[in-house]
RNA sequence: GCGGUGGUAGCUCAGCUGGUAGAGCAGGGGACUGUGGAUCCCCGGGUCGCGGGUUCGAGUCCCGUCCACCGCCCCA
């Protein structure tokens, strides 16, 4: 044999139930986002390099070592998306979507790809479903994307808890930002390794460090809701006064903060207890349009981690019963199955034409194993007599009926 | 990128201090020639992740490498 080629590392097939279990998630959001009459937007794997290094921020991880870079033949630097927002807003400002002068409300829906280490819902090609709203400050914009979140993860059964915080505007989050320093330099010696790093990088980590004394260090830090302007207070007010009004439920968090540069105010992620990860996370961004040399519009949005909530999916809902339709006989008998499975196929009801020849027997042991729900023989009998035998192999009972009742009875199961 | 565990049949795994690879399940056929999941009998299956080294001899020991998984970093 042949040397065999493998998959690339943290890239994989999705075959069967996964497959299906990957549908299921992102149908699911699709479904919700279209009736928050959110427009579907499709947008390129692949963007120019510098477009993720301005969104992202040049100092990220992700930016710095997780890309997929390359230059292209005409010596172009590339990079596969690693995350939706930015091309969404490239997208948005080159199509100059805000010329009618309303907000606009966008989904998309793909691969990402991230140079990371691989591990159970991490892979280096993963899928993310999200949404964005552009040209809007108001704060009922910020609660309906949560509500959305909320819905989603409702309607897929995935316990995950909300949290919220707010992380300021140009105005405020400096002030904050040179409190927080201050008091981090203070403790600059107990901090951990990694932290004395993000000190000088991206100090608004450290509140979110998982190593024990840099957490004790962040329960006595300035908090940033303290350090508000009255813009901002009133909107995070705003915000959560509307979850409240819709039932949704949250948490505050003044340690949340997120990776990636572009967020002010509102930010908030969804925490899956059970992964002990984050699988829905967002916020707004609404100096990111602006920096990208669209008009200023504030925006925000989020992005729901498709891998990781299909490991929180536990149950897919049920195919339509499955039918096998067993010739028996001749050339005469195949010929009259084959037509007979796809009448059945245009009422809608999912058949299976048996391509196995042999002993009746044999036919009834594939029909089990392919997880057939009935099965028709057709034989000379049958055909004949024009009346076929509807078996239900659950309950093992069979009856003989004209085609016409035999389709009446599965169209009303199929759905 | 760092640390750890593991890769043997389609699947789950066994294989002692190195001695010529096994079980269960799955698969194929038959007992049972127009009605299935049981039982019994028979059968096929493996470059022991890959490459190198030590050795008379390596699934087993050593080195390297790839992959999966766990933790960290980061993030959805």
Redesign the pocket.
């Known amino acids: ?1 042949a ?2 080629v ?7 097939d999705l075959i069967g139930e996964e497959a299906r279990k990957y549908r299921y998630v992102v149908d699911t959001a699709r479904g919700i986002l279209e009736r928050n009459n959110f427009e579907e937007i499709i947008l390129p794997t692949v963007e120019y390099t510098k477009l993720f290094a301005r969104s992202i921020g040049e100092a ?3 930016v710095e ?2 890309m997929f870079t390359f230059q292209d033949k005409g010596g172009r630097d590339i990079a596969l998306r690693p ?1 939706g927002t930015a091309g969404v807003v490239r997208a948005y400002i080159e199509n100059k979507l805000y010329a009618d002068g309303t907000y606009k409300k966008l989904y998309y829906e793909g691969s990402m790809f ?1 140079h ?8 280096r090609e ?1 899928h ?1 479903i999200g949404a964005e709203v552009l040209g809007t400050s108001n704060p009922l914009a910020d609660a309906e994307i949560i509500k959305i979140a909320d819905d989603i993860l409702k309607a897929l059964k995935v316990d995950a808890t909300i949290e919220i915080n707010s992380l300021g505007c140009k105005k405020c989050r400096p002030k904050y930002r040179e409190a927080l320093l201050q008091y981090l330099k203070e403790h600059r010696e107990e901090l951990c390794e ?1 932290c004395q790093r ?1 000190l000088e990088r991206n100090p608004l ?1 450290i509140l ?4 024990e004394g840099c957490k004790l260090i962040a329960k006595n830090a300035p908090k940033i809701t303290d350090y508000l302007c009255e813009e901002c207070k009133t909107h995070h007010q705003k915000v959560k006064e509307y979850l409240k009004a819709l039932g949704v439920e949250f948490v505050e968090n003044p340690y949340l903060v ?3 540069d572009y967020y002010s105010k509102t930010v908030f ?1 969804c925490v899956s207890e059970e992964l ?6 967002g916020g707004r961004y609404d100096y990111l349009v602006e920096e990208l040399g669209g008009p200023p519009t504030p925006a925000l949005g989020f ?6 909530l299909m490991l929180l999916v536990k149950e897919l809902p049920k195919r339509p019963p499955l039918v096998l339709v067993i010739p ?2 001749g050339d005469r008998e195949r010929e009259e199955a084959l037509k007979l499975a796809h009448r059945l196929r245009e009422e809608g009801i999912r058949t299976e034409l048996s391509y196995r020849e ?5 036919q ?2 594939f ?3 392919i997880g057939a729900d009935y ?1 028709i ?1 057709v ?4 055909l004949k007599e024009e009346l076929f ?1 509807l ?6 009972e ?1 009856i003989r009926l004209p085609l016409e009742e035999i389709v009446k009875i599965l169209k009303t199961q199929s759905g």
């Open positions: 044999m040397e065999k493998k998959t690339v590392r943290g890239f994989r990220t991880d992700i070592k997780e995350e991230r990371e280490r691989p591990q159970k819902g991490r892979y993963f993310q990694d993000r980590r979110d460090c998982k190593v997120r990776g990636l992620e002990g990860k984050t699988v829905i996370a992005a729901a981690g498709v891998e990781r028996f006989g042999g002993k009746i027997r044999k009834f042991e029909a089990n194993k099965t023989v034989g000379e009998n049958e035998p078996k239900n192999l659950h309950t093992r069979e």
